[in-house]
T-cell receptor
Framework: ETGVTQSPTHLIKTRGQQVTLRCSSQ?????VSWYQQALGQGPQFIFQ???????GRGNFPPRFSGLQFPNYSSELNVNALELDDSALYLC???????????FGPGTRLTVL | RKEVEQDPGPFNVPEGATVAFNCTYS??????FFWYRQDCRKEPKLLMS???SGNEDGRFTAQLNRASQYISLLIRDSKLSDSATYLC??????????????FGKGTKLSVIP
């Protein structure tokens, strides 16, 4: 059990719409990261939040944004959806000696 | 050059076989290393961290060669339940308290009865 949950599990949107994905992390995961995994690829780092502030960002445009709340929950917002945004979105909490990251079950987003 | 490269696979092996996965990484500042496994349409799950001296967990052995920027995973006595995609992962410090995981594309393993 990773202690990381995500909602919703599946989502279908149309091009141009906006979407909010949610992640809840148990106490102790004060760092949360978001990843995008396209079919047949490894997960790609979107950004990370530490103590409610963005603390690292991958190669994603500004229409990908996020928030982290005092209760360690987090949101990923994507504006102006494009077809290529269709992917599995993963949230991960960080802990451990080697800063291991533990993933939630993901949200599968389909953009039509 | 990709940041983390793995054998493209897929690997199809009989039960009981030994299988080895290889991985190279490009950033010498990488600080920690992992193998994750991912079942079809599920999230990646941490299989094992890879320590500098190498480490073993049951049938699984991981090795790290920092000089060559090379990581390996050996699975002995393969089981049907080992069928999954194996992801090589490198952790790079990218800010205060921030560690960014970089994943390889993964190698799919199918263990055949």
């Amino acid at each position: 059990e990773t202690g990381v949950t995500q909602s919703p599990t599946h989502l279908i949107k149309t091009r141009g719409q906006q979407v909010t994905l949610r992640c809840s992390s148990q106490s102790g995961h004060n760092t949360v990261s978001w990843y995008q995994q396209a079919l047949g690829q490894g997960p790609q780092f979107i950004f990370q939040y530490y103590r409610e502030e963005e603390n690292g960002r991958g190669n994603f445009p500004p229409r990908f944004s996020g928030l982290q709340f005092p209760n360690y929950s987090s949101e990923l917002n994507v504006n102006a959806l494009e077809l290529d945004d269709s992917a599995l979105y993963l949230c991960a909490g960080q802990r451990g000696t080697y800063n291991e990251q533990f993933f939630g079950p993901g949200t599968r987003l389909t953009v039509l | 050059r990709k940041e983390v490269e793995q054998d493209p696979g897929p690997f199809n092996v009989p039960e009981g076989a030994t299988v080895a996965f290889n991985c190279t990484y490009s950033n010498s500042a990488s600080q920690s290393f992992f193998w994750y496994r991912q079942d079809c349409r599920k999230e990646p799950k941490l299989l094992m961290s890879v320590y500098s001296s190498g480490n073993e967990d049951g049938r699984f052995t991981a090795q790290l060669n920092r000089a060559s920027q090379y990581i390996s995973l050996l699975i002995r006595d393969s089981k049907l339940s080992d069928s999954a995609t194996y992801l090589c992962v490198v952790n790079l410090r990218s800010g205060a308290g921030s560690y960014q995981l970089t994943f390889g594309k993964g190698t799919k393993l199918s263990v055949i009865p």
